[in-house]
């Protein structure tokens, strides 16, 4: 399997650089993985196109203002941090920049030294462990220190950072918003509840790994970073009676369809786990507990793209793609969504 076969031309354009003004009104094409056939309608429309007794999964992560920018020590440059992992005890697994200026024992200041911080380790792929020390509490400190690390394809300024936060986030940990969540309102998910459709939530703190490119010819040879993922004991339950009773269960994102199909059973159920995953799903892949996926439309070549044509078929996406492009859909994190079913 080739990384080229899943790229597609796509004009720069179409990139997203902003969110609409309501979240719902984006535009939502359906594609039925069967036939390959498309429709366009509206993402409020949604509650129309679902069956009561289906049970829809959301990533309730919620993302950290995880971008640091601050100077080295004593009287240095620049420096700029993205904080990716937590490792306990002050530990961070970051990205750097400049990555030559930050060397093992290079003490970092934030904030007139309202944050303070040095490089542990470099990492084998360019990624630094970066101790921190404070006073009080570090996500609050973060709070006020830190901005949003906006996906490298984004270029304009985010004038209200809510808006890459989905209505239902909670779990502080995300170094990236699950953006297919992004289209929902509260609204919109109390009329889904009123159609008899279940909302389940689990949680996987995104790394930016998700934007790391594939650069090697054999798209299967890729390492996926790990991601931290649980599945409570309360959305088990929810998906195993949904499926008992016939209901079908979509996956909003590729996060939550990576995060069920990492600890599902053989034959789809599930029960309360927690733990790290690094599960790469590709065209081949049987899918265990996904019937159906809400997703944005992705970057060529990426794993993303990979994962919607493990599910629908790379003929079948790579051809609603064209037609997106076409119909001019809005592309990445603040654009369009596709229903797949």
């Keep these: 399997m080739k990384t080229s076969d899943f790229h597609f031309d796509l004009p720069p354009e179409l990139i997203a650089q902003t969110p609409i003004a309501n979240r719902d009104r984006s535009r939502l094409m359906t594609l039925d993985r069967e036939t390959g056939e498309t429709g366009h309608l509206f993402f409020y429309e949604l509650p129309g196109l679902l069956r009561s007794g289906d049970c829809l999964v959301l990533n309730d992560s919620r993302v950290l203002p995880a971008r640091l920018l601050g100077h080295r020590e004593p009287g240095g440059g620049a420096v700029e941090l993205v904080l990716l992992t937590d490792k306990g005890e002050g530990l961070w697994e970051c990205l750097s920049r ?23 380790e470099e990492l084998p792929e360019g990624n630094r462990l970066v101790r921190f020390f404070h006073e009080g509490i570090f996500l609050e ?6 901005t949003m690390p906006l996906p490298p394809y984004i270029r304009a ?3 209200d950072p809510e808006r890459y936060q989905t209505v239902y986030s909670r779990q502080l940990g995300s170094a990236a918003a699950p953006t297919a969540g992004l289209h929902f309102t509260k609204e919109l998910l109390g009329r889904l509840e009123a159609r008899g459709i279940g909302l389940a939530y689990i949680t996987l703190h995104v790394g930016l790994g998700t934007f790391r490119p594939v650069k090697v010819e054999d798209a299967t040879k890729h390492h996926m970073h790990s991601e931290y993922c649980q599945i409570p004991a309360e959305t088990a339950r929810k998906v195993n009676e949904t499926r008992a009773r016939g209901g079908r269960i979509l996956c ?7 995060t069920l199909e990492s600890f599902a059973a053989e034959d789809g159920s599930l029960s309360e786990s ?15 507990a996904t019937d159906g996926l809400i997703t ?3 970057l060529p070549e990426s794993t993303l793209i990979m994962l919607v044509s493990a599910f ?5 996406t790579l051809e609603a793609y064209r037609r997106a492009v076409e119909a ?3 592309f990445f994190s603040f654009g369009d969504a596709m229903l797949i079913l």
Aim: aromatic share 12%; glycine share 14%.
């Design 98 to 120: 400049p990555g030559r200026k930050t060397r093992r024992g290079t003490e970092l200041s934030f904030g007139d030294g309202m944050l303070r911080a040095r490089v542990e």
């Design 141 to 146: 400190v973060l709070e006020r220190l830190g």
């Design 157 to 159: 300024e985010l004038k």
């Design 252 to 258: 909003v994102g590729t996060t939550s369809c990576r």
């Design 274 to 288: 927690s733990g790290w995953t690094d599960i790469f799903i590709y065209p081949g892949y049987r899918f265990k």
């Design 296 to 298: 944005n439309f992705h």
């Design 312 to 316: 629908a078929g790379r003929e079948h």
């Design 328 to 330: 001019r859909y809005r």
